[in-house]
């Protein structure tokens, strides 16, 4: 679904909200069984949520308020630009793994109970994503597959939103002279990396690195002359 604001009063938007679902086979023991390893892309995020904007602050000469004003004040309070943009998307997948008697198949485990979430800090500083721990996977019997499907649970989400604000000078009726603040992840929200999903390892359900795309709160200034 997806909503446009064309310019009106200094403003124009568009966002979009999907939902989706990609399946794929993974290329890992086909020829055994197709549907072994059929689940999510690893890529797939099932919700996605965007919005960009610009917004032309209503201010200053033959704006919205303060029209009138004089060239003197029109230079400190006019010709100001805002524009952001938002993306929320809900985590990609991920397989939990177990240590198999004979190393049989994609290393999945049995499961038989419920995984459950959060998002506790240990006393490393770590996020303990998965919070019931182990006692619900065994390892499958000699010469099985565990029972557990390909990328059945998901991690962490992501959001971030990026802004510039913009002030501009008209130097001469052809000239114009822009000085611009651009901030990358405005928030400074912290996106987090997979789990450890690996049941015997010491760090299981724990976070420890953030999302390979994420960055902390930058600021950088800019000056643009157009001609």
């Known amino acids: 679904i997806k909503a446009t604001q064309r310019l009106a009063q200094g403003l124009t938007f568009l966002a979009h909200f999907t939902i989706q679902r990609a399946l794929d086979n993974s290329g890992d023991y086909f020829f055994i069984d ?128 990026d802004a510039s604000l913009l002030k501009r000078f008209n130097v001469t009726e052809d000239k114009l002279l822009e000085f611009r603040m651009e901030i990358q992840n405005l928030f400074n929200t912290v996106n987090l990396g997979q789990p450890e999903a690996f049941v015997s390892s010491g760090n299981f359900g724990k976070i420890g690195n953030t999302n390979g795309n994420a960055v902390q709160r930058s600021v950088q200034f800019a000056v643009r002359f157009a001609f």
């Open 34 to 161: 197709r549907s072994l390893n059929r689940g999510p892309n690893d890529f797939d995020r099932a919700k996605v949520f965007v919005l960009s904007q610009t917004y032309e602050l209503p201010f200053g000469r033959n704006r919205r308020f303060f029209s009138g004003a004089s060239k003197l004040v029109d230079l400190f309070i006019g010709g100001f630009q805002f524009n952001s943009n938002t993306t929320i998307q809900s985590g990609v997948p991920f397989n939990f793994g177990i240590n198999t008697p004979n190393d049989t198949g994609p290393n999945r485990p049995n499961i038989n109970g419920d995984v459950t979430f959060g998002s506790e800090r240990d006393a490393q500083g770590q996020v303990v994503y998965i919070t019931s721990g182990t006692s619900m996977f065994s390892s499958p019997t000699l010469g099985q597959f565990g029972n557990l499907k390909r990328n059945a649970f998901r991690g962490p989400g992501f959001w971030q939103t």
